[in-house]
């Protein structure tokens, strides 16, 4: 038997013998001669099988020509034949003449979806709407890019944690909250890692990364909230401020954007039509108050109350930001401490900002990250401030009793950073499977 070769390695390979296997993308069954698309997960390539005539010039019904004629789109197959180089091919200048075809799985011929489906219909089909190129390339995105900084984290020495997902306390708010049944009590879904990343300098592991799902019980419909989503969190000790945890993150994204742009950045422009950028280093900061009056200056107030910012205000600093200094990034720092965590450090000078920030990347905010509040006294305080039962909190109060470093961190939206990078509409694009308010399935 001819070994299975992928698509994309055909064209390196001399004329001869070769066998693919894959899913029927188009099958066009003329009267002389059949083509096939051929699609495996690294590329497409054409089929072709002359038909056989007779000496009346009849078509013979043979093989493989019976079995191609009923061929349903989305079958996978296996097939062998000779390779054959051709710059008249459209498809990658090559195409196989078909010597068998054998079929291992038979797709139902009407297919469910099709391009112009709405993006809920494609998210009920996920599995066939993933075969799509432009999907495929998404997540073999995403690999490189977590690969990237699971890299950086490796070689400085980090250590990878993996925090459980199951609690006995909120780890945010108690708002936006999941609730779960545990025997005969009540458990909560982690909506960050935050806790236990902290607990992590007390153990005196000193910088940790973990890559891992986090939950909200987000009732809004937003293009950018999920109800599960992958979280991207770090924390580093010994820090002198939030500086030190935001030169961390540039580098790390730096990292991500330049293997991403290496590896995949001539078909993300081929297929986005995007060009990826490496963010240069530094990159812009501003205090939040600051690009709030530069926001109102090109004719926007943000309305709320709150001290923070909003979406178009978002949008509208990340536009000064481009056209100013020319870069996608911009970290919003000092914001003010009524808005903020209890956790989250406050200047040593104005208790009413913190040493934190959120980052904001072509104009949404992909993360947030802080100096954390180190001493157990102010921690305390800070806790009681915030309206919070410290009682309830007491096994993480615990982490500041015996002994700890400075610290600081970030966490950061996985399926955020991808979206905004590929210009998608919303981070279902971008995510394996969405969890929403409606959506469990599949
Ligand atoms: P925060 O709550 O800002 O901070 O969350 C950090 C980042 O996680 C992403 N994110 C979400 N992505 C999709 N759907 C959601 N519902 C959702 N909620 C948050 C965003 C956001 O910027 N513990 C702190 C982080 C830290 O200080 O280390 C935290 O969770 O990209």
Do not use: C
């Not at 992590?200 to 986090?214: D, L, T």
């Not at 481009?322 to 956790?343: A, C, M, N, Q, T």
């Amino acid at each position: 038997m001819t070994e299975r070769v992928l698509i994309k390695d055909l064209s390196a390979l001399d004329d001869g013998t070769v066998s693919v296997s894959g899913w029927v993308e188009t099958v066009r069954d003329q009267k002389k001669v059949q083509f096939v698309v051929l699609r495996d997960e690294s590329g497409a390539v054409q089929l072709v099988n002359p038909r056989t005539t007779d000496a009346d010039g009849a078509v013979v019904a043979d093989e493989p020509a019976t079995t191609i004629s009923a061929l349903s789109q989305g079958s996978f197959i296996t097939v062998t034949g000779e390779l054959k180089h051709d710059e008249r091919v459209k498809l990658g200048g090559i195409e196989i003449k078909l010597a068998s075809v054998e079929v291992l799985s038979h797709a139902i011929p009407e297919t469910p979806i099709a391009a112009d489906s709405s993006l809920d219909k494609r998210m009920d089909w996920r599995f066939l709407d993933l075969r799509h190129p432009k999907q495929n390339l998404i997540f073999r995105i995403q690999t490189t890019f977590e690969h990237a900084l699971r890299t950086y984290w490796v070689e400085r020495d980090f250590i990878e944690i993996h925090t459980p997902k199951l609690m006995a306390s909120a780890s945010e708010s108690r708002a936006e909250l999941f609730e779960v049944e545990y025997f005969g009590s009540k458990a909560y879904l982690a909506q960050s890692p935050q806790f236990f990343k902290q607990m992590a300098q007390s153990a005196g592991f000193g910088k940790i990364f973990e890559i891992g799902p986090a939950f909200r019980a987000d009732p809004s419909f937003t293009s950018r909230h999920a109800t599960e989503f992958t979280s991207v969190d770090t924390e580093i000790s010994w820090i002198e401020s939030h500086e030190d945890v935001m030169n961390l993150h540039e580098d790390l994204l730096v990292a991500g954007f330049r293997a991403v742009k290496e590896k995949h950045g001539e078909e993300i422009l081929a297929m986005f039509d995007v060009e990826v950028t490496v963010p240069t280093q530094p990159f812009p900061r501003i205090a939040l108050a600051e690009a709030k009056e530069i926001v109102k200056e090109r004719g926007y107030e943000v309305p709320r109350e709150d001290d923070d910012m909003d979406p178009e205000g978002e949008r509208q600093i990340a536009a000064y930001v481009k056209e100013k200094f020319g870069h996608e990034f911009v970290f919003l720092v000092d914001y003010s401490s009524s808005i903020r965590p209890f956790y989250h450090m406050r200047h040593a000078d104005d208790a009413s900002l913190t040493n934190s920030y959120d980052l904001i990347f072509n104009g949404t905010e992909i993360s947030t990250g802080a100096q954390r509040e180190h001493r157990i006294d102010v921690l305390i305080a800070q806790a009681r401030e915030k309206g919070m039962e410290p009682e309830e909190l007491e096994f993480y109060l615990d982490f500041f009793r015996y002994g700890v470093p400075s610290h600081g961190g970030f966490g950061m939206g996985l399926a955020r950073v991808l979206m905004l990078m590929l210009h998608q509409a919303s981070i279902r694009e971008v995510t394996y499977l969405f969890r929403g308010p409606t959506r469990l399935l599949p």
